[in-house]
């Protein structure tokens, strides 16, 4: 069950060695819990000390039609005893709550693999529903031959564990989720406190409908323990991972971001503004902040995306550190605003979880298809520094920086994420605060000298302008998105004067890459004969993937970019160093492209747009392919 | 607006060396002098005050004030408006707008700073089209407009400035035209209110829709065309010599006489700024409809506004909590790795 491939230890080599890595995939109707259930399974695994990596996978209905297959919902967990960076590519085993869930998530099962199945739900009308023929039942067709099928009436079993408690039939039924939550904690030999004690308290008003929750819970355990099915349905233990030692939490990328913004306004010394709509996946940060004004966070739920924007830029004008965040359709919108903060030349901050497009597109799924928005999309020369982010751990570090670079430079910064990282969850090592490097933030306040003219629109060494309140007595002074003049800020649209702005706003985001990082190599040499070169969420499925190439004595590198633009300064010469480049990314070619054109290096497209991450077998097979 | 101490200025004080650039004539002169008149008698300081604008030949205004300014995009100087203010609420805001900017591409957010009365002065400018774009028919141009958008006449019914606000839930709404004596006390009027202040004037555009308002802004056309109401006076005009009246039967306002001042015998209403009723029935009386038009404070009801309810909201949430970041990220389901990592 291993997802790695590694020398064997001599525990693992013995006759029945305990697996290390799991994946687990807990599907059903929209309607039935599923990613309640992954969450609170994924919470008990990360207490147990396993490392972990979650990928929620669930339909755009609210409710689709019952028992359909575009309505199931599912919650894939991969958690083991060793570092684990992806949701796992093949789960070991599926538990299927209706016909349709088994329909859609048993293609992905690993041959040999353990379907867990409520033959309650595989009533004629539920498998006519699900698409299957007319009389025939994949418990019993025999279809499932190539895993290990176990079937029984969770369904039945759960309105007998929760009888003593006079529920109607439909409430019964909705402790179904937590029956199946506690068979599989019996499976994997988890703790049911920590579930015992959040049902206590989402269920806090209505003791009851907690008493039946934790009835079911500890029924579907007792069900594992007692019942003599034998076989592959028998407990596992999954010994904890190795970790630097150290307090850890689970963390979503949108927690993270929304943590990462908070503590870059802090390093900053402002107070924060966050204008945002709602859009899916965004809209959790939006969430998160809104719970945490004691920070200096204020959030206002803008009446449309231009608002969300143009509110957090006056904001920043009037001195606190604007943010935004959105998700593609939502970024499109803000265009226009975006030019204005960079005409403008103020801090703001703009969140990008991206989804799967163009227009609505795949409202829950996870895509790379903004890179082209971001580094490009705007009206006129408006460059605007782009920051990646590769995991929801690094969302944290990556959030901070798009501050440090808004701040420190004046200037709208965007950070990529995307609908993966924003709701997977993984363990993280809480940061200690006190090591990170303040960057306050000084207003202007300083009367021009005598004789002198105030100047809005001066450099620094940067080519940052300064930033001056209104209510600052004496430096009075009008701003807007019609060209500046140098210095002064006036109105100015002489030839000569928009040329030399235009190349200041370009050398000033440039100019960023003098203060960023140099590009580091996750994995391998810093020369040879081929490179894995990827940003954003690739990171987990790539880093596998050279790392099993790389045993089996293949020459591969891994290259993970954050800085998106402007690029490290050393990239280029890196790139150089390698004889191929493979630049895997879930949209048609978009970093790829920009590699080529600021680099003019052969960088060679790996491309998936399915609205599922990548698995690392797509991208080992890419890796063999290209060193055949 | 805040309390402020009060300081002594001077229109001049008010005035930007920046050359002024509309065409000659243009009514956004005469609006410009006006609030440049009007700031001094305010009492506050220039550098606490912020005029935000859109895109239009009235959003170059805040270029001429000498006060904090932003020309922002067309249609958003609201939502800017509303971080401005959130983000610091002792400041004095603003906001410039025309018929086009405020109605047509800032609809949504006209309609929604007055809804949530964040506390500002919106002044729209109505000239009843679009003047920098060169002409095109506008929101509130009338049916029938020919313009190089509508070579054969606009064909769409205009919007009713004062009735899209009443309608959005404006707690001020007010009128007045840009070369009437009467603006700065309707534009103090404004900022007197706590609240989103809405003030539309009447502005002529003397390239692409010059005297678009004379019929009733012209001096002889005034006695009769303009209808100025005042909190607790009747409604009187013509020199008092008629007014309005409520007709009973149907439910609106009509003309009536008024013999030897005797304006209660008339039946003459008394102006209540406070009824939001009488004020949509005063907004409704307007020029193409074959009435006068009602001028002045016409509806001044204030409530609570926005800022101070999020700002009582974020004191609330936040009192008693330490702002301690640490804690925040170390909080929730945690564990501790104790043993020093085995090699993988």
Redesign the interface.
Known sequence: MASAA?ELTPREASAHPAPEAVVVRFAGDSGDGMQLTGGQFT?ST??A?NDLSTFPDFPAEIRAPQGTTFGVSAFQINFGS??IETAGDEPDVLIAMNPAALKTNSPSLKAGGLIIADEGEFTARNLAKAGYPDGVNPLHDGSLAKWQVISFNISQLTMDAVKPFGLGNKEALRCKNMWTLGLALWMFDRPRE?IVDWLKGKFSKAPVLADANIAALNAGHAYGETAEIGGPMKQHHIDPA?????????VTGAESIS?GL??GA?LAGL?M?F?GYPITPASAILHHLSR?????V?T?Q???E???I???????????L?VTSSSGPGVALKG??M??AIM?ELPLVIVNSQRGGPSTGLPTKTEQSDLYQAVYGRNGDAPMPVIAARSPADAFECAIEACRIATQFMTPVMLLTDGYIANAAEPWK?????GYEPFPVSFKTDLPAEGEVLKPYARDEKLARPWI??????????????EKQVDTG??DYAPANHQRMTDIRKDKVDGIANHIPDQEIELGNATGKLVIVGWGSTFGPIHQAVRRARRKGLDVSHVHIRHIWPMPKNLGDLLRGFDKIIVPEMNTGQLKTVLRDQFLVDAKPLNKVSGQPFRIAEIEAAIEAALA | MNEMTTIKTSPKDWE?D?EVRWCPGCGDYAILKAVQRTMPELGV????T?F?SGIGCSSRF??Y?????????HG?A???????????P??DVWIITGDGDALSIGG??T??ILRRNLDCQILLFNNEIYGLTKGQYSPTSRVGTRSPSTPFGSVDRPATPCSFALGSGARFVARGIDTHKSLPSVLKAAHAHKGASFVEIYQNCIVYNDDVFAPFTEKKAAPEGQIWVEHGSPVLFAGGTKGLALDHQNLRLHVVDVADGDWQAAGVIVHDETNRGLAQMLIDYAPGEGGPVVLGVIYNSPRPTFDSA?IE??EA??KG???D??S???????????????A?
Do not use: C
Request: hydrophobic share 40%; glycine share 10%; charged share 15%.
């Open positions: 590694r919470l990360a207490l000390g060793t570092a920590p190795p970790a630097e030692p150290g307090l850890y939490r689970t943590f908070v503590a802090q107070p503004f204008g945490l004004k004691e920070f200096g204020t206002f803008a009446e449309d231009i608002a969300a143009a509110s957090a830029i006056g904001a920043s004008y009037a001195g606190s604007g226009e605003a030019g204005l403008t809480v940061p200690d605060m006190s309140k209104p209510g600052t007595p004496g430096l009075l002074h009008r701003i807007g998105g019609i006036h109105i | 930007t920046q300081r220039p550098e606490n912020v935000i805040p270029y004030m000498e006060t904090y300014g932003f020309h922002t995009i958003r609201p939502a800017v408006a509303t971080g401005v203010k959130l983000a610091n002792e400041l949504n957010h309609m929604h999020v909201q974020n949430a936040a909590k330490k702002p970041l640490q925040l990220i170390s909080k929730g389901q945690t564990w501790q790795v104790t043993k020093e990592p085995h993988l």
